[in-house]
């Protein structure tokens, strides 16, 4: 069976012959009505592609003919061949019939064929399209599928990871504090010192408004703040009376051997700095130490630890000294604010003292990782 189908319509039987004879070596199968209810027949059960249909007939003008054909099939190629071509007509067939060519009679043989090639053709590019636009929308539908279960998968994976993620850094902290602990238990009297100092430091941390990585990276340099004194001989740390000046010498070491410590552990590279400075003073003077950085040059975090450090050192019992009242504490902020502490540091730690009191430096604080990580 041909591919291409073309139906004729006249009530001429001599039109349609000369058709058919014309047409008779081309790769088309022509079929002809002379009525177009016959046509509408024809084309309910044939597969057809181009309909050319005469006006003038009895029972269906061919404008009506092309009207319901292009309700019916709307696909198909309408094209009128006829001997009358007034105006209204042709307009009609445009406007009703949506036709594809209007050819009048009599007509030329080559050029008929010809029209109806590109009919043909204009038949089949147009199921192409239609074809490819069917095949884009199912691969669109099947993309957003697609999508949508990886989206479910991101989202699950993302989830997971950020657990792991969690449990990690629980874990971390968790061995830091194991570290600082040990460092502390070098001296009765110095036990849970870097714990509270941690927990002081990350809380005027947060009074400061810091952001959550920066007051962790605080907290755990106030943890490790200490952690050079293993270098130092226990003698030293834990004799009850003053320090000879080569005793002082000895302790001051303690910062540059704790980020000696440090260094090599590559998690902990932001915090090897905050550990080192962590007894320069704010006004950079000679009684700051290692390297007697000043303001911004030390790191904020040290800045930080540095007063947490003192309040924690004052307020806690010495061999030689129980722990001092707050407002000698507070008096002694005062009067080194803008020497040897940050200002902002000291007003943060004001702010504190202030709200929470005594309660502040309750002496079994720990940080609250959880509650920490969860904010
Ligand atoms: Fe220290
Ligand atoms: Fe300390």
Request: with cysteine; glycine share 6%; aromatic share 6%.
């Amino acid at each position: 069976m041909a591919e291409h189908t073309v139906l004729f319509v006249d009530d001429e039987v001599n039109i349609l012959k000369a058709v058919q004879r014309l047409l008779r070596n081309e790769p088309w199968q022509v079929l002809t009505a002379s009525r177009g209810s016959e046509a509408l027949e024809i084309l309910e059960n044939t597969p057809t592609q181009v309909v050319v249909t005469d006006q003038r007939m009895p029972e269906m003008s061919g404008v009506d003919l092309l009207a319901a054909i292009r309700t019916r099939h709307p696909d198909l190629v309408r094209m009128m061949l006829t001997g009358y071509t007034e105006m209204g007509v042709a307009v009609d067939a445009i406007n009703r019939g949506e036709i594809y060519r209007l050819i009048t009679k009599p007509w030329n043989d080559e050029e008929l064929k010809a029209i109806l090639r590109q009919a043909f053709d204009h038949f089949d590019l147009k199921n192409e399209i239609k074809r490819l636009n069917q095949v884009t929308r199912e691969q669109n539908l099947k993309l957003q599928d697609m999508n949508r279960n990886l989206e479910g998968k991101v989202r699950e994976r993302t989830k997971q990871v950020s657990e792991k993620h969690q449990e990690l850094r629980i874990a971390y902290i968790q061995t830091i504090r194991a570290l600082s602990e040990a460092v502390d238990a070098k001296d009765a009297y110095t036990r849970g010192h870097s714990e509270r100092v941690g927990v002081y430091a990350s809380k005027m941390g947060r009074e400061l408004g810091l952001p959550r990585e920066l007051i962790e990276r605080v907290y755990i340099s106030g943890l490790l703040h200490d952690v050079g004194k293993i270098g130092v001989r226990d003698a030293v740390i834990t004799k009850p009376d003053r320090l000879t000046p080569e005793e002082y010498e000895e302790i001051k070491q303690h910062p540059e051997i704790g980020a000696r410590i440090l260094t090599p552990v590559n998690f902990l590279a932001d915090v090897v700095e905050c550990v080192r400075h962590h007894h320069e003073w704010y006004d950079g003077c000679e009684r700051g130490y290692p390297m007697r950085l000043r303001g911004d040059q030390i790191p904020l975090p040290s800045r930080i630890i540095l007063v947490a450090d003192t309040v924690e050192a004052m307020t806690s019992d010495r061999p030689y000294r129980k722990g001092l009242d707050l407002d000698v504490v507070i008096r002694e902020l005062h009067k080194y604010s803008g020497s040897q502490f940050d200002p902002t540091c000291v007003d943060a730690m004001l702010q504190l003292l202030e709200h929470e009191g005594e309660g502040f430096v309750r002496k079994e604080q720990k940080f609250d990782i959880h509650a920490f990580l969860e904010v």
